[in-house]
């Protein structure tokens, strides 16, 4: 979601992460409602656009790296 432009604090409350810090937890309070509903707008156009299947999407395939392919 970051990668979307998403902040870091709104993208961990989509995902339902605990806060680590206890002082956090207790004094910041805000359910960043508004701003969880339009990353998750932003992940749902990112995907239609992925799972579409038009020419404007290319998949791109990983070479194998020869030391990898050495090891395997």
């Known amino acids: 979601m970051t990668a979307l432009g998403v902040l870091p604090e709104v993208a961990e409350k989509c995902l339902n992460h605990t ?3 206890r002082a956090k937890r207790t004094y910041q ?3 960043y409602d508004a701003e969880k509903r ?3 707008r932003l992940l749902g ?3 239609e656009l992925l799972s579409r299947g038009d020419d404007n999407v290319v998949t791109l395939k990983r070479r194998s790296n020869s030391a990898e392919s050495l090891t395997a």
Request: hydrophobic letters at 25%; proline letters at 0%; a negative charge.
């Open 19 to 21: 806060e680590e810090s």
């Open 38 to 40: 339009e990353a998750w």
């Open 29 to 31: 309070r805000h359910s």
């Open 45 to 47: 156009e990112r995907l």
